[in-house]
């Protein structure tokens, strides 16, 4: 199955609306892996914007590279790098909150049982200055 920029769109707000939901309870560590799931699937979007309809990814290193969860990774797939370097230069909030999303890691969040914050993940993504508006922005 071919995902789309669209579809990658409709996941990322589904993921963020199920970690907000869990963020609320007792759920943290549902929570917490959703909301890094949204910030991949938003930057996937990006990057799903930056090719052409049937177009064959240009080489298998590209593709491996996009194939990843590591939103460091994506962002500069996506192009975004410099972009958001510059606005967190004049929003100290944005800042901090990217410092939170950027260590997220699935293969860590997976079989973990306790000390993720789901509630914080989720409020740097979502927040006024979150992630996930900032790359809605672009996306």
Known sequence: MR???KDFQRLAELRAKE????????AQQGAYYLAGYAVECALKACIAKKTRRHEFPPDRP?????????????????GLEGQLEREMRTN???AANWNTVRV????????QAS???GRDLYGAIAGTDGVLPWIKKLW
Do not use: M, Q
């Not at 970690?19 to 007792?26: D, T, W, Y």
């Not at 593709?63 to 500069?76: E, G, S």
């Not at 997220?104 to 079989?111: I, L, T």
């Open 104 to 111: 997220w890691d699935p293969s860590v969040c997976r079989y």
């Open 92 to 94: 100290p909030a944005l």
């Open 19 to 26: 970690a907000g939901v869990l963020s609320k309870g007792r």
């Open 115 to 117: 000390g993720l914050n």
């Open 3 to 5: 995902l789309t920029r």
């Open 62 to 78: 590209y593709v491996n590279r996009i194939y990843t969860h590591n939103l460091n990774l994506l962002l500069k797939e996506a």
